[in-house]
T-cell receptor, first 111, second 114 residues
Framework: DAKTTQPNSMESNEEEPVHLPCNHS???????IHWYRQLPSQGPEYVIHGLTSNVNNRMASLAIAEDRKSSTLILHRATLRDAAVYYC????????????FGGGTRLMVKP | ETGVTQTPRHLVMGMTNKKSLKCEQHLGHNAMYWYKQSAKKPLELMFVYSLEERVENNSVPSRFSPECPNSSHLFLHLHTLQPEDSALYLCASSQEETGLREQFFGPGTRLTVL
């Protein structure tokens, strides 16, 4: 799987938007961009995924660059409960079971 | 609550002990996974079972032995572990017929080897 690069940590204030970046310059045409997050003392949970177009769901929005070499996970109003490690992962459609986790970005939310 | 449960949540064992970790999924999925999360390291995939057959084994030492008796249950049998095996062991499940293959994780078992 192609590699992703994320900042080690980011800080945000409560109720402000948060933009979590991910670089994936070696992405291939069949790679989907997935985001998972891991809250303290819990297993990871799925957040969102996309291929080319921007995506929205109840948890977040995913903005994908036109050349697909980078993407940004957007939390519209951060809450204390959003403090977690956020992982950006590339996966090929219907091509294997593996989720390859990197170090992720630790998001800290200040009240 | 993700629909994936793991027991026990915490386990302390000596290097000569034998113990087992249990995972159960209530989602009707047909694939299950074991991951290891050590301090300061990314999650590592250990084993994958799809339709109750092992399809991935990422060079895990033989002191870890998985068992998948049916599509809802997954075990990780542990024997003669080393202190460096202390970690959070996470179970996950997914439905393989969907291209997305979103994985649902349990809360993990925190293992300490003395």
């Amino acid at each position: 799987d192609a590699k992703t690069t994320q900042p080690n940590s980011m800080e945000s204030n409560e109720e402000e938007p948060v933009h979590l970046p991910c670089n994936h310059s070696t992405i291939s045409g069949t790679d989907y961009i997935h985001w998972y997050r891991q809250l303290p003392s819990q297993g990871p949970e799925y957040v969102i995924h996309g291929l080319t177009s921007n995506v929205n769901n109840r948890m977040a929005s995913l903005a994908i660059a036109e050349d697909r070499k980078s993407s940004t996970l957007i939390l519209h109003r951060a809450t204390l409960r959003d403090a977690a490690v956020y992982y950006c992962i590339l996966r090929k459609y219907n091509a294997g079971n593996m989720l390859t986790f990197g170090g992720g970005t630790r998001l800290m939310v200040k009240p | 609550e993700t629909g994936v449960t793991q027991t026990p949540r915490h386990l302390v064992m000596g290097m000569t002990n034998k113990k087992s970790l249990k995972c159960e999924q209530h989602l009707g999925h047909n694939a299950m996974y074991w991951y290891k999360q050590s301090a300061k390291k990314p999650l590592e995939l250990m084993f994958v079972y799809s339709l109750e057959e092992r399809v991935e084994n990422n060079s895990v030492p033989s002191r870890f032995s998985p068992e998948c008796p049916n599509s809802s249950h997954l075990f990780l049998h542990l024997h003669t572990l080393q202190p460096e095996d202390s970690a959070l062991y996470l179970c996950a499940s997914s439905q393989e017929e969907t291209g997305l293959r979103e994985q649902f994780f349990g809360p993990g078992t925190r293992l300490t080897v003395l």
